[in-house]
């Protein structure tokens, strides 16, 4: 079976700090790795998704970046943090190809102060 | 217009009751519709997802597909307090991402 695992769990910053949040899925080979979003009593904003290793789609512009250095490894990053930056952040992934079905990890609690 | 719209709710529903949730999404092209639970301070589960017009059941709980009317719903039937979250409906089209509405928050009453 698979399983998706997310750390830290959570996280209090500084504004203008960096960020490194990382997403692992075993059990299974070159997932669709995806990071979102969730303000406080928000939905769920898509950042970006990756299908292979070294290709990220990007869908909203700021100040994030992802990377995938691995197949089954997703990375989310800032260089400094802004406020707005605070929420929920998930990682999910789905087979490859066009299975749509996503499966959410315990997802990254982040506070920027 | 938002492209997949719920309910922000809160709906309350006594124990027992059929609890029902509504989605809308504007996507003509949308393939497949999930419908994810949320629990307080948790991350989103799949509940279950449908492809086809018509209902889908999962023990206590029937997904509905009507496509002309681009609306899909959740029912919980003898609804338990331990029911209580956020329900999310998600919408896919020809892309790999999903679309996802605000959710909708269901209370069940002891």
């Known amino acids: 079976s698979q399983t998706i695992h997310q750390w830290p769990a959570t996280l209090v910053q500084p504004v203008g700090s960096p960020l490194s949040l990382e997403c692992t899925v075993e059990?299974?080979?070159?997932?669709?790795l995806y990071w979102y979003r969730q303000a406080a009593g928000r939905g769920l904003q898509l950042l970006f998704y990756s299908v292979g290793i070294g290709q990220i789609s990007s869908e909203v512009p700021q100040n994030l970046s992802a990377s995938r250095p691995q197949d089954r490894q997703f990375i989310l990053s800032s260089k400094k943090l802004l406020l707005s930056d605070s929420g929920f952040y998930l990682c999910?992934?789905?087979?490859?190809?066009?299975?749509?079905?996503?499966?959410f990890g315990p997802g990254t609690r982040l506070l920027v102060l | 217009q938002k492209e997949v719209e719920q309910n922000s709710g809160p709906l309350s529903v006594p124990e027992g009751a059929i609890a029902s949730l509504n989605c809308t999404y504007s996507?003509?092209?949308?393939?497949?519709f999930f419908w994810y639970r949320q629990y307080s301070g948790k991350s989103p589960e799949l509940i279950m997802f449908?492809?086809?017009?018509g209902d889908k059941e999962d023990g206590r709980f029937t997904a509905q597909l009507n496509k002309a009317s681009q609306y899909v719903s959740l029912l919980i039937r003898d609804s338990q307090p331990s029911d209580s979250a956020t329900y999310l409906c998600?919408?896919?089209?020809?892309?790999?991402?999903?679309?996802f509405g605000s959710g909708t928050q269901l209370t069940v009453l002891p």
């Open positions: 998600a919408v896919s089209g020809s892309a790999r991402q999903l679309t």
């Open positions: 449908i492809y086809s017009n």
């Open positions: 059990g299974t080979s070159n997932p669709n």
């Open positions: 996507d003509r092209g949308s393939q497949s």
């Open positions: 999910a992934w789905s087979f490859p190809g066009v299975i749509k079905t996503q499966y």
